[in-house]
T-cell receptor, first 110, second 114 residues
Framework: DAGITQSPRYKITETGRQVTLMCHQT?????MFWYRQDLGHGLRLIYY???????DKGEVPDGYVVSRSKTENFPLTLESATRSQTSVYFC?????????FGPGTRLTVL | KQEVTQIPAALSVPEGENLVLNCSFT??????LQWFRQDPGKGLTSLLL?????REQTSGRLNASLDKSSGRSTLYIAASQPGDSATYLC?????????????FGPGTSLSVIP
């Protein structure tokens, strides 16, 4: 039982490039989330999704785009990466309000 | 605006000691509070979830309490072990009819010394 997987685990890109972080869950949980974790800011919610084709903004959505065409997938796209988006990104899903996290993607924007 | 703080930021204890981690929040209108542990370079693992109507939850050597009126939660770890070394985070949520913000605390870094 894989749970939640994220890919890639590490990514280095350049300013202005488009980057997509993938998230896949095997449980068919309705809710999925994207967070970023930064020193000094802790974990902050970027976007969440209540079901396929339903998404909503979290605390820090600017510069990010999400989609959810299938229940099990919730990709996060940085349309034009900036250095301030260097961070560790976590995907999570939720069952009855308990959140389950993926292993994270460490993204560096040069 | 909801703010979540955790004290202390770091804690080092000898193996076998009982310990308490603290979480404080400014807005008592929460739906639930969740405690997580995070190992270095890893994701978060859910430990305990307390609904707003509950006072405490227990799992093994862990006990979490919630006092909404004072805006506080504590995580009690009994008979600490080196394997408990990790960062512990609390998160408060306010769902209502749809998911609202989930606010995480900054975490307490725990080291259990053998």
């Amino acid at each position: 039982d894989a749970g939640i997987t994220q890919s890639p685990r590490y990514k280095i890109t350049e300013t202005g490039r488009q980057v997509t972080l993938m998230c896949h869950q095997t449980w068919s949980h309705s809710y999925m989330f994207w967070y970023r974790q930064d020193l000094g800011h802790g974990l902050r919610l970027i976007y969440y999704s209540a079901a396929a084709d339903i998404t909503d903004k979290g605390e820090v959505p600017d510069g990010y785009v999400v989609s959810r065409s299938k229940t099990e997938n919730f990709p996060l796209t940085l349309e034009s990466a900036t250095r301030s988006q260097t961070s560790v990104y976590f995907c999570a899903s939720s069952l009855e309000h308990t959140q389950y996290f993926g292993p994270g993607t460490r993204l560096t924007v040069l | 605006k909801q703010e979540v703080t955790q004290i202390p930021a770091a804690l080092s204890v000898p193996e076998g000691e009982n310990l308490v981690l603290n979480c404080s929040f400014t807005d008592s209108a929460i739906y639930n509070l969740q405690w997580f542990r995070q190992d270095p370079g890893k994701g978060l693992t859910s430990l305990l979830l307390i609904q707003s109507s509950q006072r405490e939850q227990t799992s093994g050597r862990l006990n979490a309490s919630l006092d909404k009126s004072s805006g506080r939660s504590t995580l009690y770890i009994a008979a600490s072990q080196p394997g408990d070394s990790a960062t512990y985070l609390c998160a408060v949520s306010r769902w209502g009819t749809s998911y609202d913000k989930v606010i995480f605390g900054p975490g307490t870094s725990l080291s259990v010394i053998p």
